[in-house]
């Protein structure tokens, strides 16, 4: 089933032209219009270098109106390649649409809302029919029972017609015009970028980066850059504004050769609230002893497997002289979705 744009925002074609499978771009006179464009020409001339086909409406209310418009439009200067021409299924329409069959252009009849006007449209040598699905759900019609008539119309005949899905309005339409067999179909942006969207296919892929980070990650890649570290003799204010600073739970305790001794952490600090001079007091009164560490090539499941085991909220990360250089917060494993 060919993919089309309906659209003339060039941000919007160009984020679908990305994909690399895009057909073809379908324009209207209404969307010229609501995008403020006054040069309708130029606006042609450019989308024509973005995709495969361009479907632009050839306005007549004559045959030979219409048949004059198609041909100074496929004149334009700077054309990448010849429009193919969007017509209404009238009885005027169809006469300018088999005229420009024999002479070599393509056509997209559109506009078509019945069966016996897709025969119409067939048999005028049109390249698309192209009912409007979301019009005819609009007045409480099947929309894609037609689809499916039109589809076995133009298999049974073998007409040369593609047929066309267009009026597309949310997800749905789309899966039913697959499932009705259409040739082709053309909706929106704002379809088409929710197109590959899925909560199950969300799961999956957050599920695979989570497993991919603890069994690929060391413990150096996932530590924040801050590293809060204070010696034992600092006093608690002073371990309080390292551990305030780093938007950590803890900081780490280094003796004067900037070896780990211990960690103080904001649960000590509330198990101290009501000594009376606590901010004065020294951090070795209320650090923990030979915390625990661990290297910092250490994968990252081997440390949520620590810290579960050793029922911790933090880890100090080491290097090889045993010196900290950052810290395992257990809100920053939950940020990531890698514990419960």
């Not at 309708?40 to 632009?56: F, G, M, R, W």
């Not at 024999?102 to 040598?125: D, E, F, M, P, R």
């Amino acid at each position: 089933m060919e993919l089309f744009i309906d659209s003339v925002d060039f941000d919007e074609i160009k984020a679908a032209a990305e994909f690399g499978f895009m057909e073809g771009i379908t324009t209207t006179p209404t969307f010229m219009h609501q995008h403020g464009i006054k040069d309708v020409d130029s606006t042609i001339v450019e989308l024509s270098k973005i995709a495969n086909q361009l479907h632009v409406e050839a306005l007549g209310e004559t045959y030979s109106q219409i048949l004059a418009e198609a041909e100074r439009l496929s004149a334009l200067p700077g054309l990448a390649r010849p429009p193919v021409f969007k017509i209404p299924v009238t009885n005027e329409g169809l006469k300018a649409a088999c005229r420009l069959t024999q002479g070599g252009y393509k056509t997209n009849i559109h506009l078509v809302y019945t069966l016996t006007q897709a025969y119409l449209a067939a048999a005028s040598g049109a390249s698309y029919i192209c009912p409007l699905v979301g019009r005819l759900h609009d007045q409480g019609h099947d929309s894609f029972a037609l689809i499916e008539q039109v589809v076995n119309m133009v298999e049974r005949y073998r007409y040369p017609a593609k047929v066309m899905v267009s009026s597309v309005r949310h997800l749905d339409h789309v899966r039913m015009a697959i499932l009705c067999g259409a040739h082709a179909i053309t909706f929106p942006w704002k379809v088409l970028r929710i197109l590959s969207d899925n909560v199950l296919t969300g799961h999956g892929i957050s599920d695979f980066s989570i497993h991919t980070k603890l069994t690929t990650y060391t413990v150096r890649q996932f530590i924040r850059p801050e590293n809060p570290i204070v010696t034992e003799n600092a006093t608690i204010a002073e371990a309080a504004i390292e551990m305030t600073k780093s938007k950590l739970g803890a900081v780490s305790v280094v003796n004067e050769e900037g070896r780990l001794i211990g960690i103080l952490t904001d649960g000590d600090l509330r198990r101290a609230i009501d000594h009376k001079d606590l901010a004065h007091e020294k951090v070795a009164r209320l650090m923990s002893r030979n915390p625990k560490c661990l290297p910092e090539e250490t994968i990252l499941q081997d440390a949520v497997k620590l810290m579960r085991q050793a029922k911790v909220d933090n880890l100090v990360v080491v290097d090889v002289q045993e010196k900290p250089v950052g810290m395992i917060d257990v809100q920053d494993l939950l940020r990531d979705g890698l514990v419960d």
